[in-house]
T-cell receptor, first 116, second 113 residues
């Protein structure tokens, strides 16, 4: 059973370009979470999605950032018109369901975005 | 608002030492607490999950405890090895339907041969 897959692992963009980060959850998992790790800071929650639904986007910046998890295919985190401050590691996690205190979130290897 | 603190930020110990990593959180109404390991430039590996009703969990040389009332958790590593060198992150999940994790900034551990 493959783990959470993220691609690309490294992404370089120039200011003003768009960045698209992809996440495939573990097999059988229908819940996806995106977190961002800025240099010298802890991981911060961005958004929580289920298939075709955004459940909690309280951590998403108001502008330029969007996320989706379509019925088919991976979850996508999209950053438009990137700025240097967007440079960070973006991690995706998945879980099989939200109920139950025994549920773990399993993390992918992350995408390291560098904005030049 | 939940806040998670891990102090100190870095720790260096000689090989073979038993050590304790601390984690504190401000809101005791949690669903569970997870300890993760992160190697430089890598993703997160889940080490242990403690449910809110549990006091501790063990896996090999690792033992994690939880004291909800005081807002504390500890990760105990027995007989530390150089391969244990990594950053250890503590994360709490609040109760109810809210499932986002709140992380501490981590403790960077270096085990000297």
């Amino acid at each position: 059973n493959a783990g959470v897959m993220q691609n690309p692992r490294h992404l370089v963009r120039r200011r003003g370009q768009e960045a698209r980060l992809r996440c495939s959850p573990m097999k059988g998992h229908s819940h996806v979470y995106w977190y961002r790790q800025l240099p010298e800071e802890g991981l911060k929650f961005m958004v929580y999605l289920q298939k075709e639904n955004i459940i909690d986007e309280s951590g998403m910046p108001k502008e330029r950032f969007s996320a989706e998890f379509p019925k088919e295919g991976p979850s996508i985190l999209r950053i438009q018109q990137v700025v240097r401050g967007d440079s960070a590691a973006y991690f995706c996690a998945s879980s099989p369901r939200i109920d139950g205190p025994h549920n773990e979130q399993f993390f992918g290897p992350g995408t390291r975005l560098t904005v030049l | 608002k939940q806040e998670v603190t891990q102090i100190p930020a870095a720790l260096s110990v000689p090989e073979g030492e038993n050590l304790v990593l601390n984690c504190s959180f401000t809101d005791s109404a949690i669903y569970n607490l997870q300890w993760f390991r992160q190697d430089p430039g890598k993703g997160l590996t889940s080490l242990l999950l403690i449910q809110s009703s549990q006091r501790e969990q063990t896996s090999g040389r690792l033992n994690a405890s939880l004291d909800k009332s005081s807002g504390r958790s500890t990760l105990y590593i027995a007989a530390s090895q150089p391969g244990d060198s990594a950053t250890y992150l503590c994360a709490v999940r609040p109760g109810g339907a809210n499932s986002k994790l709140t992380f501490g900034k981590g403790i960077t551990l270096s085990v000297r041969p």
